[in-house]
């Protein structure tokens, strides 16, 4: 379970932050999304999240935030106690974190106007 919401996380994450560039240089979110999901970057956050969740506005994929940002911060308890890699990771948690700290009761697909405000 926490490997997969580490990848989960992790993707939702940097789809985020490819969207938000595309997005800030003129390219059109939903175009966005459609050319991602028929290319190598395809991914739950192409296929699921941003399609129901974030094109539409709903944000309501019914996990919190901070439920993933615990999950990843388990993860990474785990990884580091077996010695295993963990540069993404860190990186991963902590951006997580953030999010869980500034929007504690935010649905996890809400990530993606937190990451669009960051820049």
Do not use: C, Q
């Not at 459609?34 to 296929?47: E, K, P, Q, Y």
């Not at 901070?66 to 890699?85: F, H, I, N, S």
Request: net charge negative; glycine share 8%.
């Amino acid at each position: 379970k926490l490997a997969n919401n580490f990848l989960s996380a992790t993707a939702l994450a940097a789809t985020s932050e490819a969207v938000a560039f595309g997005v800030s240089v003129g390219v059109d979110m939903a175009t966005m999304i459609d050319v991602l999901d028929a290319s190598s970057g395809r991914n739950t956050a192409t296929s699921d999240k941003f399609p129901n969740h974030v094109l539409t506005g709903r944000y309501a994929a019914g996990f919190a935030g901070r439920l993933m940002a615990k999950d990843v911060g388990l993860y990474l308890d785990e990884v580091e106690a077996a010695g295993g890699p963990h540069v993404l990771a860190d990186t991963t948690v902590a951006v997580w974190r953030a999010f869980a700290a500034a929007e504690p009761d935010a649905d996890f697909t809400r990530i993606f106007p937190f990451i669009d405000s960051s820049g």
